[in-house]
C-alpha cells in the first residue's frame, strides 16, 4: 500500500463518522415519520388489498386492481398473523420502514467497494431526501419493487460471490421486482437488455455482469414460474392481463395529466444539492469504468445506465406523483455517497501531495465531508415538519369502525379506507378515469352490491365527490352520518302537517334497528308492516318494510341500524370529513 493510499485510508475514518452520525439522524427521522405521518388514500387502499389476499380473496379475481399482486401477497402475509383490527395498518407502514432500510442497506452494498465513506453516505443522503423518506415509508408497490431491483444490483457488484450464486440471486431478486410493480419493467430495461445482450454473445466467453447468464436466467425463471403457477391455479389470469396491462396502459393513455415539473420543483430548496453530488458520483463512476475498460459486463456501467432510465421513465409520466420518483432519488443517493466518497478521497490525497501534515489532512477532509453533508442534514428539519404530525385522528376513526362493525360486516368507500372489512362490490376503487369510462355501470352495479352484500358502513373518503351522482344520491339516502367520516344504514323521514308518515324501509339485512328520536315512541306510534313497534331497538328481517308514523307535525324520524357495540346513535348532520387525504 501507498503512502497516499494509506493516507486516504486511514483519513476516512472520520469522514465515515460523520456520514454515519447524518445515517443515525435520517434513520430515526424515519421511524417517527412512518408512525406518525398521515395516511394517503392510496396507501389505506393497498392495506385493504392485502386484508382482502390475506383472508384469502383474490386480486383481479375477486377485487379490481391494476397492481402487480407482489405487496398484496406479502402484506397478506402479514395480515395472517394479525386480527381484523383496521388499526393494524401501523404494522404495514412498519415493514414498509424495514423495506427502506433494506433499499439503504442495498445502496451501501453498491459503494462499498468505493469505499467506506461512500458506502455510509449512500443510505445517509437517502433518508435526508423529503419526497424519497415521505413517500417509501408509505404503504407503495414502488418501495417494495425498488428494495427488491437496487438489492438485485448490490448483489451483482459483490465480485467476491461466485458467478453462480451472483447471477442466481440476482435473477430472483430482480424477477421479484417485476412482480412487485409493471414499473420496474420501464426503469429496469437496461438490466433486461443487458441479460439479453450477454445471452446473445454468451457463447463468445469473457465476464458477466451477472455472473452467470444461465443462472441469473435461472433464478428469474423460477420466479417467473412460481408467478405463472399462481395466476393458473387462481384463474386469474384474464384479470391480470386485463388490468394489470390493458387497464393499466388506458389509464396512463387517458389521464389529464399535468406537468413533471410539479413533483421536481421542490428539489430547487429540498435535494439540490444531493442531485449536484450525485452529478459527482456519476463522474466518478465513469471515470472509473472508463479505466477499467469500458467493458459492458462493469456493474457501473450497468447502474449508470439505470439510473438515467429511473429519470426517463418518471419524465415520460402523464402521472407523474411524487411516489413515481422513488427509483430515481434512490439512486441520486448511491451517486450522492459516491460523490461524498470521491471528495473524501480527493481532499485526503491532495492534502498528502501538498506535503499536508496528517492530522491536518484528515481535518480537512472531515471538513469537507461535514459541509458537503450540511444542506442534507438541514433537508431533515423539512422532514421533521411531517414526522411532527399526528395520524391519531385516523386512528380514531379506525377505531370506530372495528367498535361500530364486525369483521364480517361489508362495508363501501371508494378506496377501502376501512382496511380490514369485506369490500361491498368487486369496485372497491376507482379513479376519475375509470369513473368517465365505467359510470354508467357503477352507477347501477354499486347499489346493488350494496343491497347485496348487506353493508351497513359507508366511509366518506377524498373521492367520493367524484362518485356518480345517481350513486351519490343513493348513499345519502340509505346512509346516515354517525359523524363526518363514517356513515352508517338508515333512512330519514319527516312527518307531515298531520304529524303522519307512511312510507318504506329497507333493512339491508336481518338485523336489530332503532328508531330515533327514541321519545318519538312515547308521542306517537310506529307501525312496521302492520305490526305496532313497543320498543326502541327492534328486529327486522332483509328486505323492504312498510312504515307507518303518527305523531307530532313537521318531526324527523330516523330509522338506523344499530352497530356492533349496542348503542343507538344520533345523527351528525351537518359534520365535517377529515380522515382521508389524497397525499
Known amino acids: 500500500m501507498s503512502a497516499a493510499t494509506g493516507a486516504v485510508t486511514r483519513g476516512s475514518r472520520y469522514p465515515a463518522l460523520v456520514a454515519f452520525a447524518l445515517l443515525a439522524a435520517g434513520s430515526i427521522e424515519a421511524g417517527r415519520l412512518a408512525l406518525n405521518k398521515y395516511f394517503a388514500i392510496d396507501e389505506l387502499m393497498h392495506a385493504h388489498a392485502s386484508w382482502l389476499t390475506g383472508r384469502g380473496f383474490l386480486p ?53 467497494r468505493e469505499g467506506l465513506v461512500a458506502a455510509l453516505a449512500a443510505p445517509a443522503i437517502l433518508l435526508t431526501i423529503t419526497p424519497f423518506t415521505i413517500r417509501a415509508t408509505e404503504i407503495r408497490h414502488d418501495t417494495l419493487a425498488f428494495a427488491f431491483f437496487l438489492s438485485g444490483l448490490a448483489v451483482l457488484s459483490r465480485d467476491r460471490l461466485s458467478p453462480r450464486v451472483r447471477g442466481a440471486t440476482a435473477g430472483i431478486l430482480l424477477a421479484l421486482a417485476a412482480w412487485s410493480s409493471q414499473k420496474t419493467l420501464l426503469y429496469g430495461l437496461p438490466a433486461g437488455m443487458l441479460l439479453v445482450v450477454e445471452t446473445v ?8 455482469a451477472f455472473g452467470s447468464v444461465g443462472a441469473a436466467w435461472a433464478g428469474g425463471g423460477a420466479v417467473g414460474a412460481l408467478a405463472a403457477l399462481y395466476l393458473t391455479v387462481t384463474s386469474s389470469w384474464n384479470g391480470f392481463l386485463t388490468f394489470c396491462f390493458g387497464w393499466a396502459f388506458r389509464w396512463q393513455a387517458e389521464y389529464p395529466g399535468f406537468s413533471f415539473r410539479r413533483a421536481l420543483a421542490p428539489a430547487a430548496d429540498g435535494y439540490v444539492v444531493a442531485c449536484l453530488l450525485a452529478a459527482v458520483g456519476v463522474a466518478a463512476s465513469v471515470v472509473a469504468w472508463r479505466r477499467r475498460g469500458r467493458a459492458i459486463s462493469d456493474p457501473d456501467a450497468l447502474l449508470v445506465a439505470c439510473f438515467a432510465s429511473s429519470l426517463a421513465y418518471f419524465l415520460a409520466l402523464k402521472a407523474p406523483y411524487d411516489y413515481n420518483l422513488i427509483p430515481f432519488l434512490g439512486f441520486v443517493g448511491v ?26 489532512a484528515l481535518f480537512a477532509s472531515t471538513l469537507a465531508v461535514a459541509l458537503a453533508l450540511l444542506a ?61 369510462r365505467l359510470g354508467d355501470m357503477l352507477a347501477r352495479r354499486i347499489p346493488e352490491d350494496i343491497l347485496k352484500s348487506g353493508t351497513v358502513l359507508f366511509l366518506q373518503d377524498a373521492r367520493t365527490g367524484g362518485l356518480p ?21 338508515g333512512q ?92
Open 376 to 436: 442534507p442534514a438541514l433537508s431533515l428539519l423539512r422532514i421533521e415538519f411531517f414526522a411532527r404530525q399526528s395520524n391519531a385522528f385516523q386512528y380514531d376513526v379506525l377505531a370506530q369502525v372495528a367498535a361500530l362493525t364486525s369483521p364480517g360486516d361489508a362495508a363501501y368507500d371508494n378506496s377501502g379506507s376501512y382496511v380490514a372489512r369485506p369490500s361491498a362490490s368487486f369496485y372497491f376503487y376507482t379513479d376519475a378515469p375509470m369513473r368517465r
Open 335 to 360: 451517486f450522492a455517497g459516491r460523490g461524498i466518497g470521491a471528495l473524501a478521497a480527493a481532499t485526503t490525497a491532495g492534502s498528502a501531495r501538498l506535503g499536508v501534515s496528517p492530522p491536518v
Open 201 to 208: 454473445r454468451y457463447r463468445r466467453g469473457g465476464p458477466s
Open 492 to 583: 330519514s323521514y319527516r312527518t307531515d302537517a298531520a304529524g303522519r308518515v307512511a312510507s318504506r324501509f329497507r333493512a339491508v339485512r336481518k338485523d336489530r334497528y332503532f328508531i330515533e328520536p327514541a321519545s318519538l315512541l312515547a308521542s306517537g306510534t310506529l307501525t312496521i308492516d302492520g305490526h305496532r313497534i313497543e320498543s326502541v331497538v327492534f328486529e327486522l328481517d332483509a328486505g323492504t318494510h312498510a312504515v307507518v308514523f303518527e305523531g307530532s307535525p313537521s318531526a324527523d324520524v330516523h330509522l338506523l341500524w344499530l352497530p356492533r357495540d349496542g348503542h343507538t346513535w344520533v345523527p351528525a348532520f351537518g359534520a365535517k370529513p377529515h380522515f382521508s387525504l389524497i397525499l
Open 469 to 489: 351522482e345517481s350513486l351519490r344520491t343513493f348513499l345519502g339516502e340509505h346512509f346516515k352520518p354517525y359523524s363526518g367520516d363514517l356513515w352508517l344504514w
Open 60 to 112: 383481479y379475481r375477486d377485487f379490481c386492481d391494476f397492481h402487480f399482486p407482489f405487496l398484496y401477497q406479502l402484506l397478506g402475509g402479514l395480515w395472517l398473523l394479525m386480527s381484523d383490527d383496521p388499526g393494524n395498518v401501523l404494522f404495514l407502514r412498519l415493514a414498509m420502514l424495514g423495506l427502506v432500510f433494506v433499499i439503504g442497506l442495498a445502496a451501501s452494498a453498491v459503494n462499498r
